[in-house]
């Protein structure tokens, strides 16, 4: 009987020897499981961080290649054209203007004359008629125009050479409505001649350019 319940003894002592290798060996890889789990994990994790570092630098060198391709294929400012001053083209402006007068006198000889020319305002309408009324003329005046000669400045330009003059006086002195040409030199001498009253009594349109006499045209009165 002794030695059956020794022999059970040693059968339960060996069994929880058993047991306890058995426990140990599990909480060993229970443990060692847990620590592969856990490197897993930081290995994951570290993949992951990796995975971010490589993206954030392709990210950064993604921006910074287009930052300098944006410079490189910046729009250049457009280039304006001017359009070429009188200055620039090596021309002169022209200046031009076109004004009534009586003719005091034509001077020099054919092809360098100088006329000297009295301005006077040429009137119609109304301001003919307001005209007349400030001078205590009649008003509206006859044939609906007035000739305003307030200014005595006499004014002395060249004569462009060659030039045709449109004149509303016959040789004979009498008016020509429908108006004729003259040459300069024939114009010229009408000026002086026998009837030289009657031309100079027209008041003639001239017009200047740069400061020549460039067109000559007697204007008809009735």
């Known amino acids: 009987m002794a030695d059956s319940e020794r022999t ?3 059968v339960l002592i060996a069994a929880g020897v058993v047991l306890a290798l058995i426990a140990g060996v599990a909480g060993g890889w229970f443990f060692r499981g847990s620590e592969v789990s856990d490197l897993e994990d930081r290995v994951t994790e570290l993949e992951d961080a990796g995975g971010d570092t490589e993206s954030d630098e392709v990210t950064e060198a993604d921006e910074t290649a ?4 944006s410079e490189d294929t910046e ?3 457009a280039t304006t054209t001017e359009e070429p001053t009188a200055a620039d083209s090596g021309t002169t402006a022209v200046a031009t203007e076109r004004q ?3 003719i005091v006198d034509v001077t020099g000889s054919s092809g360098a004359y100088v006329m000297r ?5 040429w009137l119609t309408g109304p301001e003919a008629a307001a005209a007349a009324t400030a001078h205590g003329d009649e008003s509206p005046p006859p044939n609906d125009y007035y000739v305003v000669n307030d200014n005595p400045k006499i004014r002395e330009f060249p004569i462009q050479t060659g030039i045709p003059v449109t004149v509303v006086t016959n040789d004979d002195g009498t008016s020509d409505s429908e108006g ?3 040459t300069l030199d024939q114009w010229v001498a009408a000026l002086s001649g026998p009837n030289a009253s009657a031309f100079k009594a027209s008041i003639y349109w001239i017009t200047i350019t740069n400061g020549t006499v460039t067109a000559i045209e007697a204007q008809y009165v009735p």
């Not at 287009?66 to 391709?69: A, G, Q, V, W």
């Not at 020319?117 to 305002?121: H, Q, S, T, W």
């Open 180 to 182: 004729h040409t003259l």
């Open 100 to 102: 009534p007068g009586l």
């Open 8 to 10: 059970k003894k040693i």
């Open 75 to 77: 729009e250049l400012p």
């Open 66 to 69: 287009s930052e300098t391709d």
């Open 117 to 121: 020319i009295d301005y006077v305002l």
